[in-house]
């Protein structure tokens, strides 16, 4: 943190940082599924059926909320060390989102159901995430101005208008307790404030 005064422009400059944390909206699981088989179509054939498996189990979840996000089919002769003998392997990936505090059944069902997990994150909906940033921003202006009038106190001077503000860093850190379940999105700001004043 840095501060001082200039006696020459009048202003202050000090540094604030604030943070908020909440508890996670949703979750998002990534998974793959595989299929092999002597011909392409057969690949194909074999992964989608896995992935029409996994819908089939997830009956809680609604279909918008399960999404294939890539897809390839691949000769294993190209492959590093392909783990089938068949010719060709077929790749879907998912993604899957759900509530929270439902995420580890729905990895069980979905690794049941013949996927591979690749990821599990959990975050905010965008609304939310800019109504945390909107606090956060809030309090460190507010506490970035209370250090500039203690510095102009101590200067004999009152605090005036603001001068400038910039917002140095915007971090947005997933923190996780895995074994209570508690997982907050916390979103921080690093504000620097020039504040002009009075004598």
Same mark, same amino acid.
């Given at each position: 943190?840095? @501060?001082?005064?200039?006696?020459?422009?009048?202003?202050?400059?000090?540094? #604030? %940082?604030?943070?908020?944390?909440?508890?996670? @909206?949703? #979750?998002?699981?990534?998974?793959?599924?595989?299929?092999?088989?002597?011909?392409?179509?057969?690949?194909?054939?074999?992964?989608?059926? !896995?992935?029409? %498996?996994?819908?089939?189990?997830?009956?809680?979840?609604?279909?918008?909320?399960?999404?294939?996000?890539?897809?390839?089919?691949?000769? %294993?002769?190209?492959?590093?060390?392909?783990?089938? $003998?068949?010719?060709?392997?077929?790749?879907? !990936?998912?993604?899957?989102?759900?509530?929270?505090?439902?995420?580890?059944?729905?990895? &069980?069902?979905?690794? $049941?159901?013949?996927?591979?997990?690749?990821?599990?994150?959990?975050?905010?909906?965008?609304?939310? !995430?800019?109504?945390?940033?909107?606090?956060?921003?809030?309090? #460190?202006?507010?506490?970035?101005?209370?250090?500039? @009038?203690?510095?102009?106190?101590?200067?004999?001077?009152? &605090?005036?208008?603001?001068?400038?503000?910039? %917002?140095?860093?915007?971090? &947005?850190?997933?923190?996780?307790?895995? $074994?209570? !379940?508690?997982?907050?999105?916390?979103?921080?700001?690093?504000?620097? &404030?020039?504040?002009?004043?009075?004598?």
């Amino acid at each position: 943190m840095t @501060e001082h005064t200039t006696t020459t422009d009048r202003t202050i400059t000090t540094n #604030a %940082t604030a943070s908020c944390e909440t508890a996670p @909206e949703l #979750a998002r699981i990534a998974g793959t599924v595989t299929g092999d088989g002597d011909t392409a179509t057969v690949a194909r054939s074999t992964a989608r059926d !896995r992935v029409s %498996t996994i819908r089939d189990s997830l009956t809680d979840i609604s279909a918008v909320r399960i999404q294939i996000v890539n897809r390839r089919i691949e000769h %294993t002769s190209e492959m590093f060390e392909p783990e089938t $003998d068949a010719q060709y392997q077929a790749t879907e !990936r998912l993604q899957i989102e759900c509530a929270p505090e439902t995420a580890a059944d729905v990895v &069980v069902e979905v690794t $049941d159901a013949g996927s591979t997990i690749q990821s599990v994150e959990f975050g905010l909906q965008e609304k939310s !995430r800019r109504e945390l940033r909107n606090d956060a921003l809030a309090e #460190a202006m507010n506490r970035a101005r209370k250090r500039a @009038e203690s510095i102009a106190a101590a200067e004999g001077v009152a &605090v005036g208008s603001i001068r400038d503000v910039t %917002t140095d860093t915007i971090r &947005v850190r997933l923190r996780s307790e895995i $074994d209570r !379940r508690q997982r907050f999105d916390e979103v921080i700001f690093r504000n620097r &404030v020039e504040r002009g004043c009075a004598t």
